[in-house]
C-alpha cells in the first residue's frame, strides 16, 4: 500500500508542474512574448483541488508528526517549522492574488503596485516552502540516502529558486515598467 507521505508526494509534483506552467505563462505574457489568453485564469484554477488536498493531507502529517516526536530531530523540525509558516503564507497570499486579479485589473495603472507587492510575497513564500519541499520529497521517494545529500540539494534548488524568482522579477519590472 502506498503511503499517505507518498501520495503527497506525488500531489506536490502534480501542483508544481501545474504552478511552473502557470508561471512560465504569466512570465512569457509579462516579457510581451505571448498574449493574454483565458488559459491563465484556467491553469491558476486547475491548481485549487491537488492543492486544497495536498493541504489537507500536510497539516494531518504535521499534527501526527508533532505528536509523536517533535523534539528527536531539530533540524528536521526547524525545517518543518519553515514549511508550515511558508505553506500558510502561500495561502494567505494566493488567496490576495485570486481577489487582485478577479477584482481588479492587472493592466490598471492605479491597481498595479497591488499586482506587484502580493504576487511577489506569494512568489518568495512559494520559493522558501519549495527550498525545503523538494530535497523532502526526493528523501521520500529514496532518492536522498547520503549523509549530506539532503543539504546539498536543498542548497542546489536555493539557487535555482533565486534565479527564478531574479527572472520573475525582471518579466514583472518589463511589464509594469509603463506605469512607473
Known sequence: ???LRKINGILII??????????????????GLVS?????????????YPLILHIIISAYLYIKERLRR?????KLTK???QQLVSGICIIIFAIAHIL???LGDALDSSQFIYHIIGDNLLFIS??????ISIPKLLVSFGFLEGKDDYENVKNNITVVLFIVLIIIFLAQATFYGGFL
Open 14 to 31: 502534480i501542483v508544481a508542474l501545474m504552478l511552473a506552467y502557470h508561471a512560465l505563462m504569466n512570465t512569457l505574457l509579462f516579457f
Open 36 to 48: 493574454y489568453s483565458p488559459v491563465f485564469k484556467v491553469s491558476g484554477r486547475r491548481l485549487f
Open 1 to 3: 500500500m502506498i503511503s
Open 79 to 81: 525545517d518543518t517549522t
Open 100 to 102: 487582485n486579479y478577479s
Open 70 to 74: 517533535s523534539k528527536n530531530y531539530p
Open 126 to 131: 512559494i520559493a522558501v516552502h519549495l527550498q
